[in-house]
């Protein structure tokens, strides 16, 4: 997964951006079942782990009244905010997120959800793909750099690759000691257990698929 400390700074990482949700409100409809689902988790995981909502707060990042509001499912967290607080707990997105007891033929991540969006600003935007309980194994993005704009990444778990395909510009691809320079339709298998970054390598905007792949 992208660090999480991509975030820039000056944006609201505790709710999704574009998203009309204020804080305190009700989300839109009710509550869905996932969300049910993890508002129960992560009740559950602080009380096991003994921690106050300060203490998750601190831990985590994220602040007491968005914690609050998740606990009590009044708030849909966006991807970021999700990987924080699961950070917290010491286990992935998958382990927080996934309900054993729910089961579907077909699973839909829809583009116009905004807590896809794991990053979005003036440089560059990033949206999950993939049903976040497969992360344990494999992540799937869509990745999108302004002209020169890069995405740095420090060393992921050991054996951990990525995949990189370009759908519209250029990309340069640098991992470890090594470097590619990618056009349309070209695709880069890589190590990212090591430093490693995706650079806009054109003068115009690049969109690409991202697919880490965890040993």
């Keep these: 997964m992208p660090d999480s400390h991509d975030l820039p700074e000056d944006k609201n990482p505790e709710l999704a951006p574009g998203t009309a949700l204020r804080r305190g409100a009700p989300l839109p409809g009710g509550t869905d079942p996932a969300s049910e689902f993890l508002c129960q988790r992560v009740t559950e995981l602080r009380q096991q ?109 050991d054996g951990t690759r990525e995949l990189f395909t370009v759908a519209e510009g250029r990309a340069r691809i640098l991992s470890g000691g090594s470097s590619c320079d990618l056009g349309n339709g070209d695709t880069a298998q890589y190590r990212a257990d090591v430093d490693h970054c995706i650079t806009n390598a054109g003068d115009d905007a690049l969109r690409g698929y991202l697919v880490v792949t965890y040993k």
């Design 49 to 157: 782990h003994r921690f106050t909502l300060e203490q998750l707060a601190a831990a985590s990042g994220v602040s007491r009244s968005m914690l609050s509001q998740i606990e009590r499912g009044r708030a849909n967290p966006t991807l970021a905010v999700t990987y924080r607080i699961a950070q917290a707990f010491g286990i992935s997105i998958g382990e927080l997120v996934d309900d054993p007891s729910a089961s579907a033929g077909i699973e839909v991540v829809y583009g116009n959800d905004p807590a896809t969006l794991f990053r979005a600003d003036h440089e560059c935007q990033i949206r999950t793909l993939s049903p976040l309980h497969q992360e344990k194994s494999v992540e799937f993005y869509e990745v999108r750099l302004q002209p020169r704009a890069r995405l740095a990444s420090s060393a992921h778990y």
